[in-house]
Each structure stands twice: as C-alpha cells, then as structure tokens.
C-alpha cells in the first residue's frame, strides 16, 4: 500500500462518495432504530485485527453488511428524535479538513485554522445579533471559539467563574461555592461542576412547573441565592437556557441577569439546540437579554447543518476566560500568538489539539447563504408546526409544553385511557409502550422525556431530508399505534374524552 | 439547494475527492510552514456571512486561493516538526462516519457505534500486550474508550483518583491532595490538575536531568512524596510517560509503580506518541511495567494512521472511572446500557455527544493489517535512525537524547560555534536562529525544545508521504544553513571542535 498515492486515493475516495450516495438513496428503507440486540457486533467480527491489509472494497461490504444493520439512521428523513443532528454541505468541509489533518493549537501550526475560526465566529456573532462586548472585533475584551460540545462551553466557563471568585477571596473558600441551573438544565451541568470540584451539595436545582412553561424563575432563583448567602454560601456562576433538552423551555434571560447581577455571578446562555432559530429575525427575541449574560453557547452541529462535533461559545471577557489554563511551553511556542496579532485557541479549551472546524462551519454558511440557512430553519419549524396541528385535531392527545422551535411535547391524555385527569402514573405507562411500539415498526423514530413526574414523547424535526409527507406518515403511525394499543374500546373513550374535554371548557 | 440529494451529492463529493488528490499531488510544492503573516485572512473576508448561497466550485477556488497559502502542511513530506499526524485510509473511516453522523452516546443511539469501539480497542489491547485486567473482555472490571487527546485521559483519570480518595478521606481534605509528574511531562498535566481543583503548590514535578535521559527517577519521586506525606499531603496520582514530548524520555515504570504502590495511588501512563510504536515486538519492552498502572493511554491520532481527534485510553477498574460523572437522565437513558448488556460511553468521558470514531480506526487497523502497521513504524523509524547517522558524521552537530524512535534531538554544539562547553546560551541563540533559517525556506519544518536549559532542534519523521529522498534533503537544508550561518571560518571552527572532540575522548 502506498499511502496518499494520488491515483488510489482518488479511486478509493470516489468509492466511499458512491457508497454514501447509495446509502442516502436508501436510507428510507433500513429501519430508523437500529433493530440489533446487545452484542451483535462483539459475536460477528474477529477477535484479533487482521494479520494482513485488507481492501477497500472487502472493507465497505462489510460496513454494508455488518455496520449500517447496527446503526440508528440520524439522517433518515424519518429520524424525530433528541435533537437532530443533520449536516450537508458541511460534509463537504470535513473531508477537506481531515484531508488537510493540521493540528490548529497555536497560530504558527496553520494560521489559515485560528483566523478562520475568527471569521466565522464573527459572522455568526452577527447573524446572532450577539452584544459587540462578545466580539473579538470590538476593544471589549471579547472573543468566541469552536469547542467539541455544550459540556466542554460549560466546564470552561464555570472554571473561569470559580478561578476568579477565588482569586479574590482565596482558595480556602472553594467549599463555598455555589453553582445554579434549574431542574430542566442540560445534566452537562452536574458534571461540570463534579469535574472542576464544586460540593456536590453547592449544586443549586431551582424547581420548575408546568404552569410556569418549566421556566427558570428569576423570583426563585433570588430567594434561593438569599437563603444560600445567609449560612455561607457564595453564588458564582448561573447557567440560563434557551431551548431545554426536555421541552425546549425558555429562560427569561433579561430578568435573570438582573439577579445575579446583583451578586456579581458569571451567567452563561446555553442555546445549545434553539440557538439556531435565532438566525431568523423573528425568533431572535428569545435572545433578548443575553447582553447580560458573560458568555453564549450553542450547537453547530445540532441545526446549523453542521457535522459532529462542534460548539459555538463567545466570552465577553477572554482574558478571565482564557487565564486558568493558559499553558507556558516552549514546544508550543508561537511568536505570533505571544505578540497578541493572533488568537492562542490552545488556550481557549481543555485540549491543546485542535481539528480545523472552523472549515466546515464556513462551507455549511457559504453554501447555503443567510438566506439559505433560515429557509431551512423556518421549513423546520413550519413542519413541526403542522404536526402540533394533527395532535390538536386527535382529541386523544395532548400537546405538553408550548410549541417555540420545531419540538413538539405530547402524549395520550390520561382522559383517552380512561382514567382520570391526574392518574398520569398509568398514562405514563401507557405513553412509554406507544412509544416503543411507534420505534419498534422502524418506520420513524422518537424520544421521550419525563418532566414534572409526565412521561411525553418528543417529535422533533431536523434532518435534512424530512419532507411534509414524512411528518405526515409519522403522524399517522403514531394514530394506528395507539389506536391499535387502546384496543376496540377506543371509540367509546375519544367520545367520553371529548365529552370531558368540553366540560372542562378545553 | 436539496440537501443530500444522492446526484448532487454525489457530483460534489467527487469534486472535493479530485481537489484533495490534487492537492497531494502538489503538495511539494508549497511551503511547508505557512509563510503568511498574522491577520492575512482576517483582512481579505468579508465582514459578514454571504446573504446568497454560493457554489462548491467558488468555495474550492477560495480554498486554494485563501486557506491554502495559510495552511501549514502536516501532510507534506518534508515535515518533521512536533510529532506527526498523517491519516492515510482513516481519511475514508472519516468520510463514513461524517456521512451516517450518528451521534452515539448510549447505546441504542447506535449500536454499531458503542460495539465496534469495544472491538477496535481489545483488538489494540492484544497488539500491545496491555495486561488482561485492562480488557473489557475479561472479567477484571477493565475497559477501553476512545476520547479525543490525552488531555481528556488526564483530567478524567485524575478526577477519578480524586474521587475515589476524597470518597473514603472526606471532602473538606481536598486541599491535601497532591499529584505527580515530572518535569518532561506534557503540559496538559497541569491544565488537568487546574481544572479538577488541585492546589497550584500540590502540582509536584520532579526534576530532570540530562545525564539520567530525562528520565523520572522513582528514588527522587519517593524522597518527594514522603517529604510531602510528612508535611500533610495526600499523594493520589502519577503520570509516568513512555516517550516524552521534547526528547521521547521514557520513564521506568515498573520502578515507579513499585512506589506509588506503596501509596496506593492511581498510575496513568502517558504514551501519547510512542505508543504505536510498541505494536512492535521489538519495542514492547518500553512497556513493561504497565501492568502496575492503573491507566494507559496513547493518541491514535499521532502515529496509528487516524485522523484527529483520537486518543486510546484503558483503565484496569471501570467502575472507579466511571462514577464521578455518571448521570441520570431520561433522555438519555437506555435499557441496553441500564442492564449491562452494553457499555454506556457517555460515561466514560466529559461530553455526552460522540462521533463514531471506531469506524475510522476500524478502517486503518483493516486496511493496513498488523504487518502492513510495523513496516510503516519500522520504515519511520529507520529513516529517523539515517538522520540521526547524519548528524553524528558532521562534527558540527550533536544529539542531545538518546532516539528511541523517529525523534532526533540535536543542535550545533558549543565548539562549532567558537564557544566553550557549557555556553548554552550562546549555542541557543545561534541554534534557534538556525532553526528558523531553515523553516524561512519552506523546504522543510522542524520545531524546538527547551530542556536542561538547552536549546534543541527536534526531527520527527512520521508523515506517511515521507520517503528517504526527503530525509536528506532535510538533512542537506539543515547542513547549509549551518554552514552559511557560522560564516567562512566555519572550516576553522570545525577542525577545532573535531580537535577538542577528541582530547576529551568523545
């Protein structure tokens, strides 16, 4: 084998588009939930690697054969689950950055990785009408950065939070300190604050309702750190959400910061999956407030059509953000960086490689254009919207969070089953085997949450290919399966749900 | 624009296939180490994202024409700077798994995901003679996972020491806690002591020396820790390396386990770079004594043909690395994961989104088999043994540390330069001036270090397009350069360094 010889990476390299173009062309027909049991791959493959090269070729038939059987297909048109993760042209972007392979950890090691990470950062700061203090451009202190995920933007910037609490009060204090999120936060946060070292019990949980859309209450939040500050508590970082894992909830970023402005706490905006959205004028007010805020994060790989894996972060103050674990070492060097005429990124995240993200970011933004990226995001939206529109119209259901982005929370109301209006112990139940039996037919594919004690199933739209009809024949699996689990009576019960309903003025 | 619409797909994957072939094809032709200056791209891009989309093919004609001449070219035959990161049919893995983009952090997100990275990693495990009680496969409670770069592997496997101590001693003694490394230790080391929260002053380093390699000694590192244990603290973690960064150092595990055996602390060794190396019996032995760490890990990405991010890490007692960040989420939960039919990687690492890495490696281990892996070792370090042989015919020059594989760390010594013995700060002077000559041609790129004190120039080879031809050309650069930097009475000084050479019998 010679490696990188021009004529056999082309022929191979041709080879891989074709089979993944093949894949794409049939990707509706392999189950959207993988229907393999545990162990699977363990029991087929060999024990040892193998002695002697193998080909392409044998290679890609055994993906076919033994991999894609084993694979839930996220970028099947028929993928509703989590959040989607669904890129296109930015794939593009990926095979020239693993083409390139640079190592981007200082300026010198390839500067066309560090400035166009500025670049894109400071387009999408735009496009985001972030405040000009998260700029790297304006003389406010700010910058942004491409990290891996949300949970990388949220151990960074807590220990950023912690570093410069205890500069001034002193390391004996660190038992202290307290962190706040609300019971919707991504579990990223629990981690973050296990790895840099918070007491666990300093891990501040303000309770949400479903009356209240399972907002973080700026109310609670001050009577919390009040309590907390009477037996000695100090209150350092709060994380505020736009677009809650579970129900896609929005935090009141505004009235938050006013909060913690008071105790002079790091806030950080996590827009981990709705950040997206706010690329459209008309969801950007879902931002406001976020000048507030010390940093903002959100998922390019989430809806910005962009590969796995990569996190938008901008600090307003990076000389706070970067100074923890800015390194000193002469292998790494970099004149330029030293000079303060480039950025360091290695100083900007946990590790000191670094992939040339920036690239993909930059073809996915070039090929579709501004105008490009917020059709795909409204089409999203609007299919989203159509299916809240058929689960209103089912009297059987329920929507169960109020619909913002393209997420839509629902379930079989406890009134279908025949059981009264809080018995959700067996609509939870009930709803858990519906979803299963929707994912078992592989023809779509869902998730659930469980939030105040309900158990909802999430239909969320994002993968590029889903079309309207494939919203609608999800819709329509999702009828036949709870018909057919709520067995022959079911039309007496739509009846007396329907009546209950009406007498309950729903 | 349709997203992924198999013919458009198709037409332009096969462009960026062709592009990047081409680029190879050419890539002699550039200057290794990007000559441009700080800010070049940041001035020629617009300010602000493009309203409309625009075409692959306009893309691509700014890529050669913006990104290229900004790239520092780590695929180039002729660099031999930090350590090398050259993917060869990892590129394809790469395509792969940016195409199915799954994100696989439980088991049921995709099956293939979590199963083919337990595979790939008892299938290194074996290559490399790792103790059983590493493997997932036998029933010491061990396992394998793939994590971006060694700092990860750090800051996990410290934390987890951290919070098996703190488990039986009690929170309120984290200030005692102390971890230990020396001063060849890779930089991250303190990144990760930092972020879990290890007092600044209870980061040991034991200290060096050239006479000794730069090798840990365990007799100084018992001194230290029983001189600490006197004064209070609590010795929790060792990070021993098996081929340092500036001078591939390799310190002696088995006499350190020994010792920290005594203390009970967790022993992670760090192999980021030579551990490919020891998938070669005849370098295995550097790996003795690894059956008393409690972690191993080396970067797949560096030397094992895999693009980055890839870092191998094994840890002999899951359980212990697992339990600092598990967390409960019903989002996230999976029944196959719950009932220890699968191995559940969100709980191995800090994020909780994965890319399918096992699939790119999958892709190299295949394609090359175990014997077409040793010759490419076998052939790097053969090339780097020629160089190292170069340098010791030309009297100008010596080696500063033994080479063990394809690093050769060497300098213009004191003599040539007209200097007495222990002048190293002239001798570094000239050297780093003779080192940025050299990279000012673009005809090749090495990069420094400092250790003891002294300047040293340091010689990678590792590039997979790499052949003999290039290594003396490298060689050759770096002769004339010297030559016309020590000026005409060159010949002089070196008849009197040969003289010296030989009156103190070296």
Redesign the interface.
């Known amino acids: 084998?010679k490696?990188?010889d021009?004529?056999e990476?082309?022929r191979?390299?041709?080879m891989?588009?074709?089979?993944?173009?093949?894949?794409?062309?049939n990707i509706e027909k392999y189950p959207v939930?993988?229907q393999?049991k545990?162990?699977?791959?363990?029991e087929s493959?060999p024990?040892?690697?193998?002695?002697?090269?193998?080909?392409?070729e044998?290679?890609l038939k055994d993906?076919q054969k033994?991999?894609?059987?084993?694979?839930?297909?996220?970028?099947s048109p028929n993928f509703f689950a989590?959040f989607a993760?669904?890129?296109?042209?930015s794939?593009?972007g990926?095979?020239?950055l693993?083409?390139?392979?640079?190592?981007g950890f200082n300026?010198?090691?390839?500067?066309?990785?560090t400035?166009?990470e500025?670049?894109v950062m400071?387009?999408?700061s735009?496009?985001l009408q972030l405040p000009p203090t998260f700029s790297s451009s304006s003389d406010g202190g700010g910058g942004g950065v491409l990290l891996?995920?949300t949970?990388?933007a949220l151990?960074w910037t807590m220990?950023a939070a912690?570093e410069k609490t205890l500069d001034q009060i002193g390391?004996?204090n660190?038992?202290k300190l307290a962190v706040y999120c609300s019971d919707q936060t991504h579990?990223?946060f629990?981690?973050a604050a296990?790895?840099?070292?918070i007491?666990p019990e300093n891990v501040r949980k303000v309770l949400t309702t479903r009356s209240t859309n399972f907002q973080l209450s700026p109310k609670s939040l001050d009577e919390m750190i009040k309590r907390d500050l009477e037996v000695g508590l100090i209150p350092i970082y709060l994380c505020a959400t736009v677009g809650t894992?579970?129900t896609t909830a929005v935090d009141p970023l505004a009235t938050l910061c006013e909060v913690t402005s008071k105790y002079n706490m790091w806030v950080h905006v996590d827009a981990a999956y709705a950040g997206t959205a706010c690329l459209c004028p008309e969801f950007r007010h879902f931002l406001d407030g976020v000048e507030g805020a010390s940093s903002f994060s959100f998922n390019a790989?989430k809806w910005l059509l962009t590969?796995?894996?990569c996190c938008c972060l901008w600090v307003r103050n990076k000389s706070l953000f970067t100074k923890?674990?800015s390194?000193?070492?002469?292998?790494?060097a970099d004149k330029?960086t030293e000079?303060g005429?480039?950025v360091g990124y290695k100083e900007w995240q946990?590790?000191?490689?670094?992939?040339f993200q920036a690239?993909k970011l930059w073809?996915a933004?070039?090929?579709?254009?501004?105008?490009?990226l917020r059709e795909?995001i409204r089409k999203h939206v609007k299919m989203a919207k159509d299916f809240e529109g058929f689960v209103n119209m089912d009297t059987r259901f329920e929507i169960m969070a109020p619909r913002y982005f393209s997420l839509v929370c629902f379930r079989v109301s406890p009134y279908a089953i025949g059981k009264h209006l809080d018995n959700d112990h067996e609509a939870n139940e009930f709803n858990q085997k519906l979803l299963e039996s929707v994912n078992a037919t592989g023809r779509a594919y869902m998730?659930?949450?469980?939030v105040g004690g309900v158990y909802i199933i999430r239909f969320v739209v994002g993968v590029?290919?889903t079309e309207d009809r494939h919203v609608e024949m999800a819709w329509k699996l999702v009828q036949s399966q709870a018909t057919s689990l709520l067995g022959t009576s079911t039309l007496l019960k739509t009846n007396l749900c329907n009546h209950l309903k009406k007498q309950l003025g729903m």
Chains 1, 2 share one sequence.
Request: proline residues 6%; aromatic residues 10%.
């Open positions: 084998m490696p990188l021009p004529v990476f082309r191979q390299g041709h891989v588009i074709d089979f993944l173009a093949d894949y794409y062309q939930l993988s393999v545990p162990g699977y791959l363990l493959l024990d040892c690697a193998p002695t002697y090269p193998e080909s392409v044998a290679i993906v033994d991999i894609i059987p084993g694979i839930t297909h996220w970028q989590y993760c669904s890129p296109t042209s794939f593009l990926e095979m020239l693993n083409g390139f392979n640079v190592v300026w010198v090691s390839s500067p066309a990785a400035e166009l500025i670049v400071e387009w999408l735009k496009l891996g995920t949970c990388e151990v220990l912690k390391r004996e660190t038992y579990v990223c629990q981690k296990k790895i840099i070292g007491q894992t579970s790989h590969n796995l894996a923890p674990l390194t000193n070492s002469e292998m790494l330029a000079s005429k480039a946990i590790s000191l490689s670094r992939r690239l073809m933004l070039r090929s579709y254009g501004v105008t490009g795909r998730t659930n949450s469980v590029a290919l």
